[in-house]
């Protein structure tokens, strides 16, 4: 069966430090990958999706980027932190377009 | 713009009832439409979706019900019961601004069952 995993659980970072959260797939080859944000209060945001190796399409201008330096890998980066990268951040892999998206348990980042 | 919209924040509701968890939606070309269920401090959890062909589909205690001409489906829980309580994100995905791959999330429905 196809599991996902996301680490660490949780981050706390100071303003103006890099970010690296990881995400792995297992159990299926080529997954379409995704990085969403839920802010406080608010619903869940695509931030970046990919559908291959070194594919990366942002959905919204902001401090992060994505890579995919593998088939199952899936890395959400910062080179500086904001206040507003505050939120929970959670990779999702999918098998194809217009199959269901599964999650992994996300990582709650708190910028200080 | 908020393309998927789950008006109802919360929703509580007694073990053994229905619950119906209700979704609007404006962008007519979304044609596949899902729900998840979110606990605290963990992942949404895919529950049933709904091809923009049919207009119900159901697995078990839960039924999504699909209403195209009014741009509404809405998720039925028959019988609640007390494990059902979480957020209940409605989502949706189709050829919206030139992606088709992502999914358009409601802000979510925090359900609770009561025993």
């Known amino acids: 069966s196809q599991t996902i995993h996301q680490w660490p659980a949780t981050l706390v970072q100071p303003v103006g430090s890099p970010l690296s959260l990881e995400c792995t797939v297992e159990?299926?080859?080529?997954?379409?990958l995704y990085w969403y944000r839920q802010a406080a209060g608010r619903g869940l945001q695509l931030l970046f999706y990919?559908?291959?190796?070194?594919?990366i399409s942002s959905e919204v201008p902001q401090n992060l980027s994505a890579s995919r330096p593998q088939d199952r890998q899936f890395i959400l980066s910062s080179k500086k932190l904001l206040l507003s990268d505050s939120g929970f951040y959670l990779c999702?892999?999918?098998?194809?377009?217009?199959?269901?998206?599964?999650f992994g348990d996300g990582t709650r980042l708190s910028i200080l | 713009d908020q393309q998927v919209k789950q008006n109802s924040p919360s929703l509580s509701v007694q073990e053994g009832r229905i619950s119906i968890l209700n979704c609007d939606y404006t962008?007519?070309?979304?044609?596949?439409f899902l729900w998840y269920k979110k606990y605290p401090a963990e992942g949404p959890t895919f529950l049933i979706s709904?091809?923009?062909?049919?207009d119900k589909n159901e697995d078990g205690r839960f039924t999504v019900f699909l209403n195209k001409s009014a741009k509404h489906l809405s998720l039925h829980i028959v019988p609640s019961q007390p494990g059902d309580s979480a957020v209940y994100f409605c989502?949706?995905?189709?050829?919206?601004?030139?992606?088709?791959?992502?999914?358009?999330f409601g802000k979510g429905t925090l359900l609770t069952v009561n025993p």
């Open positions: 989502a949706a995905n189709g050829v919206s601004g030139g992606s088709n791959y992502k999914l358009t």
């Open positions: 990919s559908v291959g190796i070194g594919q």
């Open positions: 999702a892999w999918s098998s194809a377009h217009g199959q269901p998206q599964h």
């Open positions: 962008n007519s070309m979304f044609d596949y």
């Open positions: 709904i091809s923009s062909i049919k």
């Open positions: 159990g299926t080859s080529n997954p379409n």
